[in-house]
């Protein structure tokens, strides 16, 4: 009999234990592949890491394109300025222009304001309140300082101040010449207020004296003979001398006669010569020191003019008129104006003083071709309320500034104050009424308890020059809406486009 029975279960086991050693090998190669792909993941990146060093370095990747706006320019564009003014640009209609003026130009309280104004390439009256009559200008009066200074001056010239030998050994003397605008310190040669330098100065003249032979003790003696007449006008009040407005006028002065530079306010030296000496004297004893020589306590004025061939030990010199007048238009300094004024006087054969100023101020603004006859001058700062000029005179004198034949008139351009901006207009056209006028008005400011001025230039919106100039006198004292009054009205032509 066959033994069928016995032989498929045999097989059967057999078979069943393949399949069990087949099951448990797949259960040992499971982890063993997923080590493998592990494996295989962290080649991949190290392959990549590594290739380059086989294959050599990667071919640089092109530079991006910049914008044509940031590529270097092929050639060099023309400067961009602003264009003159086209003289085809129409002019202003006067019904307009009144119509636009009239209204804001109005006091606020007491007192009126007169004014006018020109265009001014024709001298075409555009507006007219009043402007031949005379009123107290306050520091508008500058203006016609301005004018004489350039005219008799130069715009180029500049004022040296010299320490020459005294009438006796052992003295030196300080020579004013006219710049009261000294620092007490080193010359600043990129400034106007202290270009020259007493320190500088002595630091020069210790030199000389070393050079010289010169040992011992030195005795400063200071000429300010320069200037005649009365130190102070007797045409301003003892208030406004008091409270620093001005100061008893020399031909030599640190900072515009005050003691510190950057204080502009309160008292000043009334004796402002003898103060620059005595800093320079200080100066000098320091310098000098040095190489032993000494200086004597004290300054004196010596009893006669050092002589035109006294020996030039040391000098310095002063920024140019033209800075200097840009200086006295943008800050309205009083001391620097009477200071020009006297020494345009000098410089056409007057005497130094106040009454020399004011007519050769008067002289030089009729010689320019501005008729000058109305105007009646008692200083050329503005200070007094004895001055009368009427408006008109003002539009005529900034014609000639801004448009006239004689073109040394134009440095005065830079001194104007620009509305919003700089100088005595720095803080004025804020306001939504004026704010149309920041950056366009250039106008001179005047300013007195009573009185308030504004005279100076504009473009309009049509691109016309037009010069203005509006005088309040008998104002309330300190009514906030006076100025505001003069903003408003330059801030309307600057806006018009009156046709």
Request: hydrophobic share 45%; with cysteine.
């Amino acid at each position: 009999m066959t033994k069928t029975t016995d032989a498929e279960p045999s097989r059967a086991r057999r078979s069943r234990r393949q399949g069990s050693q087949g099951k448990g090998s797949q259960r040992r190669s499971w982890p063993l592949a997923l080590v493998a792909l592990v494996l295989l993941v962290l080649a991949v990146p190290g392959a990549l890491l590594v290739a380059p060093g086989f294959r050599g370095p990667a071919a640089p990747s092109p530079a991006p394109t910049a914008p044509a706006w940031q590529q270097p320019p092929a050639t060099l564009s023309a400067p961009q300025v602003l264009g003159p003014l086209q003289p085809s640009a129409p002019v202003p209609v006067p019904a307009a222009v009144t119509a636009q003026v009239d209204p804001v130009l109005r006091a606020d309280g007491g007192g009126t304001f007169t004014g006018t104004v020109q265009d001014a390439l024709t001298g075409q009256v555009l507006y007219d309140r009043g402007s031949s009559e005379g009123r107290v200008p306050a520091s508008n009066l500058k203006l016609l300082t301005a004018v004489a200074a350039l005219r008799t001056l130069g715009p180029d010239r500049r004022f040296t101040t010299k320490v020459v030998q005294g009438p006796a050994p052992g003295q030196v003397v300080l020579v004013g010449g006219g710049d009261v605008l000294l620092a007490a310190g080193e010359s600043q040669p990129e400034q106007v207020l202290g270009h020259a330098g007493l320190a500088t100065l002595a630091a020069a003249a210790v030199q000389a004296l070393q050079a010289s032979g010169t040992t011992g003790e030195v005795k400063v003696l200071v000429d300010d003979s320069l200037f005649s007449g009365p130190a102070l006008n007797p045409n301003w009040q003892s208030g406004d001398v008091e409270a620093g407005e001005i100061a008893p006028l020399y031909p030599l002065a640190l900072n515009s006669a005050r003691f510190d530079p950057a204080v502009t306010t309160g008292p000043r030296p009334q004796d402002s010569a003898m103060a620059a000496a005595g800093e320079f004297a200080a100066r000098l004893r320091t310098a000098g020191a040095a190489v032993g020589l000494t200086v004597a306590a004290g300054v004196e004025r010596p009893s006669s003019p050092s002589p035109s061939n006294a020996a030039v030990l040391a000098s310095v010199d002063s920024a140019t008129v033209a800075e200097q007048v840009d200086l006295m238009l943008q800050v309205s300094d009083n001391y620097l104006a009477e200071t020009m004024g006297r020494m345009a006087a000098v410089a056409m054969g007057r005497p130094g003083s106040n009454d020399g100023a004011t007519a050769v101020v008067t002289a030089e603004v009729g010689a320019a071709g501005i008729p000058a006859d109305a105007a009646k001058l008692v200083d050329v700062c503005g200070l007094a309320m004895g001055n009368q000029v009427p408006a008109r005179l003002f539009t005529d004198v900034v014609r000639a500034i801004t448009t006239g034949a004689d073109t040394r008139l134009r440095a005065a351009l830079d001194g104007f104050p620009v509305g919003g901006l700089s100088g005595t207009l720095d803080t004025r056209y804020g306001d939504t009424t004026t704010a149309g006028g920041a950056g366009l008005v250039r106008a001179k400011t005047g300013t007195l308890n009573t009185v308030l001025a504004l005279s100076g230039y504009v473009v309009d919106a049509d691109g016309r020059l037009l010069v203005f100039s509006f005088i309040g006198n008998g104002l309330t004292p300190g009514a906030a809406g006076n100025k505001e009054a003069l903003d408003r009205a330059a801030t309307a032509l600057a806006g018009c486009g009156c046709r």
